[in-house]
C-alpha cells in the first residue's frame, strides 16, 4: 500500500488556542523515516531518558516494511536529539537494522499482543509497563520488564497486576517519580473505558505491586491507603504524568470530547475534578485538519526535555479507514507556564 504524503510541519504554522501556541514540529515515523529499520507502520513513541542520556522512543504494534507485515510490540528506537525544537530524529532502533521486538512472544490465541503503557528510568535501569491482551482489549494481566543497558535488552521482573483488579482500572499506567521520593501512579482501563484512579510506591519496591499504596476516601475524606477511588468523572484513555520542576504535568487523550488535554497540578493527589484543564489538540476529519485539528489522533506522551512552558508530546494518528496513516509525530505547545 503506498502511503499518504506527508505534509511538512514547516507548511503548517503555528496557531494560539486558549493562550497556547501549537506547533507541529515533524513527523517522527512513517516508512520514509523509520522504514529502514522495519518501523514503517507504528503508534505510540512513549519516551524516556535512557540512563546514558539518549532518548528511548517504545512503540506499540509495529509493522514493516508494508503495513501488516511482520508484526511486532513492543519495538524501540533510540534517539540523541537534545534540542527539541528543532525536531526529534530517529538514529538506532533496539535490534539493529531490523527492529525486534522488546519482549518474547508468538502473537495468538494466548497472547494476541502486548501494548506498551509507560516507562520510567530510575537510576541505571528503564522499567517498562505494558498490557497483555488475550483478544485486543481482553487484558490478562500487566506487567514490569526493566532494562540496565538502556534498553537494549529487556528481563521480566515478574510483577503482574490483574487485569480485572480494581474494577479493571488498574491495567494502563502512567507514573512518575517525584522530588518528595514518591513513584505516583495514575491508571485506568485500556481501550478507554473507565476514570482513573492513583497508587504511590516506593522506587526501590516497583515491582511489587503489593507495596502500591492507593489513594481513596476513608472516613469522608481523602487519604493513603484507602481505596482506590475514581480521581476523575470522565473516561481516561492514553495519558502521561511527569513532575516538570515544582509542578506536574498530566497530559491525556480525552475519548468523551475526542481531544488531547493537559493539566497543570501542585501534586499527583489534587482534586482533578477541580482543577483547569486546557485542551491542547482538537479531532477532527481528515479532510479538515489543521494545526490544533487532527484527524484520528491519540496518545500524548511528555517527551523528555520538555519544560512547563515549552512542552513537546509524541502524539499518534491511524487512518482506520485505509491504514494509509499510521504514525508518530512531535507536536510543541507554549503557554503552560502561565501556571507557574
Not at 530510575?122 to 485486543?136: C, H, P
Request: hydrophobic share 40%.
Amino acid at each position: 500500500m503506498a502511503a499518504r504524503q506527508l505534509t511538512p510541519a514547516a507548511a503548517v504554522p503555528p496557531v494560539k488556542a486558549d493562550g497556547i501556541t501549537i506547533s507541529k514540529i515533524t513527523d517522527i515515523t512513517g516508512p520514509d523515516l523509520t522504514g529502514r529499520f522495519g518501523l514503517s507502520w507504528v503508534d505510540l513513541g512513549i519516551p524516556v531518558r535512557c540512563p546514558d542520556g539518549r532518548t528511548l522512543y517504545v512503540f506499540g504494534d509495529s509493522f514493516g516494511p508494508a503495513w501488516g507485515e511482520n508484526w511486532r510490540s513492543p519495538t524501540a528506537a533510540w534517539s540523541r536529539t537534545r534540542g527539541l525544537p528543532s525536531g526529534v530524529r530517529v538514529d538506532q532502533a533496539v535490534g539493529g537494522n531490523w527492529a525486534t521486538q522488546l519482549i518474547p512472544y508468538q502473537h495468538g490465541d494466548e497472547i494476541s499482543t502486548i501494548i506498551p503503557s509507560d516507562l520510567i528510568t530510575i537510576g541505571d535501569t528503564i522499567y517498562l509497563q505494558a498490557v497483555v491482551n488475550q483478544g485486543f482489549g481482553n487484558v490478562i494481566w500487566s506487567g514490569i520488564w526493566t532494562s540496565t543497558d538502556n534498553g537494549a535488552t529487556w528481563q521480566d521482573s515478574g510483577a503482574r497486576f490483574p487485569g480485572a483488579a480494581h474494577n479493571q482500572m488498574w491495567q494502563l499506567f502512567t507514573w512518575a517519580l517525584g522530588s518528595d521520593g514518591w513513584v505516583y501512579v495514575y491508571s485506568a482501563k485500556f481501550l478507554r473505558a473507565s476514570p482513573m484512579i492513583l497508587h504511590r510506591v516506593r522506587p526501590e519496591r516497583l515491582t511489587d505491586p503489593d507495596a502500591y499504596e492507593p489513594w481513596g476516601v476513608a472516613g469522608g475524606r481523602w487519604q493513603w491507603g484507602a481505596g482506590p477511588d475514581p480521581v476523575t468523572d470522565g473516561i481516561i484513555g492514553e495519558m502521561s504524568l511527569r513532575q516538570l520542576g515544582d509542578r506536574w504535568v498530566f497530559t491525556w487523550f480525552n475519548p468523551d470530547q475526542y481531544r488531547i488535554d493537559a493539566m497543570v497540578l501542585d501534586h499527583p493527589s489534587q482534586d482533578l475534578r477541580q482543577t483547569e484543564s486546557v485542551t491542547l489538540l482538537h479531532g477532527t476529519s481528515w479532510d479538515a485538519q489543521d494545526t490544533n485539528h487532527v484527524a484520528q489522533l491519540y496518545g500524548s506522551y511528555v517527551i523528555p526535555g520538555s519544560r512547563l512552558d515549552d512542552l513537546h508530546l509524541t502524539v499518534s494518528q491511524w487512518n482506520t479507514s485505509d491504514n494509509s496513516v499510521y504514525h508518530v509525530s512531535q507536536y510543541r505547545f507554549r503557554g503552560l507556564g502561565r501556571w507557574l
